[in-house]
């Protein structure tokens, strides 16, 4: 029986198809040195995300890019940008733009952030502590995962930045309090609390992979029933097996109450998509709201992240920082973010393309990168700071 080729995905900046043996590659020039061939280092994220694919193990690979179901909101999340219009102003004095802002109060020299993502151990032998130290080169702030390869506090170590410690809430709120304790010690500044996952969703590659931690990586965050670990499970994910039997399903807004009664720091709701949850979370003591739908991996078919900023950002009012995550892949992208009212973006997959190609070095450069392109937008669009970036800028569909 023949292969059937997925959809095309974007690597290199060509449309290429995905079998079941792996990527298709289209015709590549040879490298000519000093002839005018390809730059060896990559010039976008596109050819970043090429040189992961490259050096990833599949089931690695696999994990990263994934989404749920039929990915339909993994695309979408892409293809909405795509749809929004630039409306550019001219004869603006833009001899100098300036990417510094603040988070939460904390000083960053961008408005790209980095997304929770767990099991940095699959690109880089170093796990999060290299993430961190690229992180903090290019002078942003990382989300750490509860699901980190990591502890907290060996992350903490090799921060040069800011730190948010994402959270789940556990059946067991011992252990979510215990991981909240551990967070305020080592200094983290705010706490982003996941509220998309009662259950893990439907995640066809896992399951047909059987996916889980290999031996030589482990969640470290754990200790006693909460250390089981994802492991390697035929016809399904290991991952599902793990969430459903240590994560509350029951959780409500009650959630948000506890966690405040047990903390001083600031919560960040993530997650929230609706005007209505975004009021919510303000309700109920919220400092921060991430406007995601977990890359595109759980509900399938969900709205996209940009589409639904501006909805959030007009239910909460000012009151609280809004943020946003989901498929930032070119400065532009933040740029549309940033004009419909987000604080800042966060950045997921193409930081651990980075560290897989690169390790701390790939890291600050994917964020440089997306700054340098940033940047250079603003300029074109005619807004010299943060603050002129503005609804005016853009045109939605429609």
Known sequence: MALKPSRGTLLWGRRVHVWAGGVQW?????????????TVEPINIAEYE??????????????????SDDELTLRANRDAFARIRLRPRVLVDVSHISLETTVLGAHVRTPLLVAPMAYHGFAHVECECETVRGVGAAGTLMTVSTMANRPLEEVAADASG??????????????????????EAAGYRALVLTVDTPRLSRREREIRMGFGLPPHLHTANFEGAAREQPGQTP?????AVYATALLDSSLTWEALDWLRSVTSLPIVVKGVVTAEDAA????????????????????????????????????????????????????????????????????????????????????TRVLELLGAELELAMALAGAPSLAALTPALVRLPG
């Open 26 to 38: 289209p015709q590549m020039p040879a490298h000519q040195p000093g002839n005018g061939g390809l």
């Open 50 to 67: 090429a040189m992961a694919y490259e050096k990833l193990p599949h089931d690695a690979w696999e994990y990263y890019i994934g989404g």
């Open 162 to 183: 800011p730190l948010w410690f994402q959270l789940y809430v556990y059946r067991d709120r011992n252990v979510s309090e215990q991981l909240v304790r551990r967070a």
């Open 235 to 239: 016809g399904a994910s290991g991952l």
């Open 280 to 363: 919510l979370a303000v309700e109920h003591g919220a400092q921060g709201i991430i406007v995601s739908n977990h890359g595109g991996r759980q509900l399938d078919g969900t709205v996209a992240t940009i589409e639904a900023l501006p909805e959030v950002v007009a239910a909460a009012n000012g009151r609280v920082e809004v943020y946003l995550d989901g498929g930032i892949r070119r400065g532009t992208d933040a740029l549309k973010a940033l004009a419909l009212g987000a604080r800042a973006v966060l950045v997921g997959r193409p930081v651990l393309w980075g560290l897989a190609a690169n390790g701390q070095q790939g890291v």
